[in-house]
């Protein structure tokens, strides 16, 4: 199957085509660009290089967050149109799952964590189990650095641009217990959303693109604003 996948939950917009699972190409931007003046340029020129229609996809996969509330808005809706056009069925994939499948196997427990602004952090427990499958062992948590690390009694690799934040925070604060990947495993890949969307539309499950939402974990400022002006 031929899967392009889409992340837009941080700063760092990515873009990926994979073709029974083998990666064939992908687009990284980590500048202060927006999601909205790269993202279709960007799968014009991924397509365009790779040689591969647009018709000729099987479907997409975007990374549904938590993340950037903005980026995240303009991804779906990207997706929901491209969808739309083309009749061709969408998967939707955690960010924080994506950036825990870029880990390779290992015994140890792994923690993505985003920066959620606002002295938060969205974070989640993963372990990959005997059989090599990695394993979800959490809900999408939005907490504080200083609650998250509550939660650590073993070895942890994090990963995310959280890392970036709060990393000298984790390792003070576990310094026998934080680990952490080669810091380009700290951006969410394309090819890594291509790869597990793959594995859901094999599976049969694709999205509703008249419905289908981001993942925002906890309120938007807007929602914030908008609640404490309602009458009690």
Same mark, same amino acid.
């Given at each position: 199957?031929?899967?392009?996948?889409?992340? !837009?939950?941080?700063?760092?917009?990515?873009?990926?085509?994979?073709?029974?699972?083998? =990666?064939?190409?992908?687009?990284?931007?980590?500048?202060?660009?927006?999601? +909205?003046?790269?993202?279709?340029?960007?799968?014009?020129?991924?397509?365009?290089?790779?040689?591969?229609?647009?018709?000729?996809?099987?479907?997409?996969?975007?990374?549904?967050? &938590?993340? +950037?509330? !903005?980026?995240?808005?303009?991804? @779906?809706? !990207? =997706?929901?149109?491209?969808?739309?056009?083309?009749?061709?069925?969408?998967?939707?994939?955690?960010?924080?799952? @994506?950036?825990?499948?870029?880990? +390779?196997?290992?015994?140890?427990?792994?923690? &993505?964590?985003?920066?959620?602004?606002?002295?938060? =952090?969205?974070?989640?427990?993963?372990?990959?189990?005997? !059989?090599?499958?990695?394993?979800?062992?959490?809900?999408?948590?939005?907490? +504080?650095?200083?609650?998250?690390? %509550?939660?650590?009694?073993? %070895?942890?690799?994090?990963?995310?641009?959280?890392?970036?934040?709060?990393?000298?925070?984790?390792?003070?604060?576990?310094?026998?217990?934080?680990?952490?990947?080669?810091?380009?495993?700290?951006?969410?890949?394309?090819?890594?959303?291509?790869?597990?969307?793959?594995?859901?539309?094999?599976?049969?499950?694709?999205?509703?693109?008249?419905?289908?939402? &981001?993942?925002? @974990?906890?309120?938007?400022?807007?929602?914030?604003?908008?609640?404490? %002006?309602?009458?009690?």
């Amino acid at each position: 199957m031929k899967i392009l996948g889409i992340d !837009t939950s941080t700063r760092c917009g990515s873009v990926g085509l994979i073709d029974a699972g083998e =990666v064939i190409s992908e687009y990284l931007l980590n500048i202060p660009v927006t999601h +909205s003046e790269r993202l279709l340029g960007a799968i014009e020129h991924l397509l365009k290089e790779s040689r591969c229609p647009m018709e000729e996809l099987d479907g997409w996969a975007i990374s549904l967050g &938590p993340g +950037s509330f !903005t980026g995240l808005r303009i991804g @779906v809706s !990207t =997706v929901k149109g491209l969808a739309y056009a083309t009749r061709k069925p969408a998967a939707g994939v955690a960010s924080l799952d @994506v950036l825990a499948s870029q880990i +390779s196997p290992t015994p140890y427990l792994i923690c &993505p964590v985003l920066d959620a602004r606002k002295g938060e =952090v969205y974070a989640a427990f993963y372990r990959y189990e005997e !059989t090599n499958l990695l394993k979800r062992r959490s809900g999408y948590q939005a907490m +504080s650095p200083q609650d998250l690390v %509550k939660k650590i009694g073993e %070895k942890t690799v994090f990963v995310g641009d959280g890392v970036k934040t709060y990393g000298d925070f984790l390792l003070k604060s576990l310094p026998s217990f934080a680990l952490f990947p080669n810091p380009f495993l700290h951006l969410p890949h394309g090819s890594a959303v291509a790869r597990l969307g793959g594995e859901l539309l094999r599976k049969g499950e694709s999205l509703d693109v008249e419905t289908f939402a &981001p993942i925002y @974990v906890r309120p938007s400022e807007a929602e914030i604003k908008w609640q404490e %002006k309602r009458p009690i």
